[in-house]
């Protein structure tokens, strides 16, 4: 037992031992020249040299508020492509050639993915041919991109005709509320 005691305190005392802060060292004195006169020496034994170049000003530096930017998708509608392409859907939606309207729609769908006018068509299309659930969900996939209140109403406008061939009462109260709105 005493055998045990006296291994236990030698360990416990190397252990101490090595948690003791190192003795601090003096640091060797060193000429100090012209250059070296700014240079930093830490504990650690890190030499830091400052910079201080004379040529630099520290100025602040003060942002002016810019005005509020309005946020506004490249949506590809400036493409010739797209243009021409959304004016053979209006005017093949106009003659009442629904299936080639859809297609020239969705043919400028690819070329500007982002645009509210595409889905407007797409949904018009829709409802027209008696689909008001894709209608539906096609205006509000476009009310997503658009940018413009009337745009927004006319995609409000198309939902507001789906929700009433579903008779979904809870959808026109929601499109007439958004009507009154804008």
């Known amino acids: ?36 006169a700014k240079d930093i020496r830490s504990p650690s034994g890190v030499v830091i040299h400052p910079y201080d170049h004379p040529d630099i000003e520290r100025k602040r530096i003060v942002i002016p508020k810019q005005q509020e930017r309005v946020q506004k998708f490249e ?17 093949a939606y106009a003659k009442g050639e629904l299936s080639k309207a859809e297609t020239a729609a969705m043919q400028a769908q690819r070329l500007a993915p982002q645009s509210a006018e595409t889905f407007m068509y797409l949904a018009m299309i829709a409802n027209r041919k008696n689909q008001p659930a ?6 509000q996939r476009g009310l997503s991109y658009a940018q413009s209140a009337p745009m927004k109403k006319q995609l409000w406008n198309i ?17 007439q509320q958004a009507l009154k709105a804008l």
């Open 159 to 175: 939902i507001l005709q789906a929700g009433k061939k579903q008779n979904k009462t809870q959808t026109v109260q929601k499109a």
């Open 75 to 91: 949506d590809g509608r400036n493409l010739p492509a797209f243009k021409k392409l959304m004016q053979q859907t209006q005017t």
């Open 134 to 139: 894709n209608a539906e969900a096609l205006a």
């Open 1 to 36: 037992m005493l055998k045990k005691i006296l291994i236990c305190t030698v360990l416990a005392g190397l252990a101490g031992c090595q948690s003791l802060p190192a003795p601090e060292q003096s640091a060797p004195e060193k000429k100090i020249d012209k250059d070296s």
